[in-house]
Nanobody
């Protein structure tokens, strides 16, 4: 499985971006998906996750109400709509996939995911 994230860029605080993650493979609908981000000098941080059918979504507290994760299984795509961006949202955003289910105990951890994309840079200026 290959993942390719896109849609990052430079935006002013309060602005919006929509990230996309294109996934190869025929069984995308069986993958649990997530977005992580990593700022310079910091550990990779969980941002949001979505289950197979898209009916269940999970967010880190700092993005709740501002970010929305979604997926289109017919197009093998996952998205992250980011609104009301803040400078602390700056980082390299990576999409991740697991063939199968994750659990609420592990979905926020990097070790839960089998596949990673290279990421797309998001920079929010103040």
């Amino acid at each position: 499985v290959q993942l390719q994230a896109s849609g990052g860029g430079l935006v002013q605080a309060g602005g919006s971006l929509r990230l996309s993650c294109e996934t190869s493979g025929r069984t995308f609908s069986r993958y649990s998906m997530a977005w992580f981000r990593q700022a310079p000098g910091k550990e990779r941080e969980f941002v949001a996750a979505i289950n197979w059918g898209g009916g269940s979504t999970y967010y880190v507290d700092s993005v709740k109400g501002r970010f929305t994760i979604s997926r289109d299984n017919a197009e093998n795509m996952m998205y992250l709509q980011m609104n009301s961006l803040k400078p602390e949202d700056t980082g390299l955003y990576l999409c991740a996939a697991k063939n199968g289910l994750t659990t609420t105990a592990t979905m926020t951890t990097t070790r839960a995911y089998d596949y990673w994309g290279q990421g797309t840079q998001v920079t929010v200026s103040s």
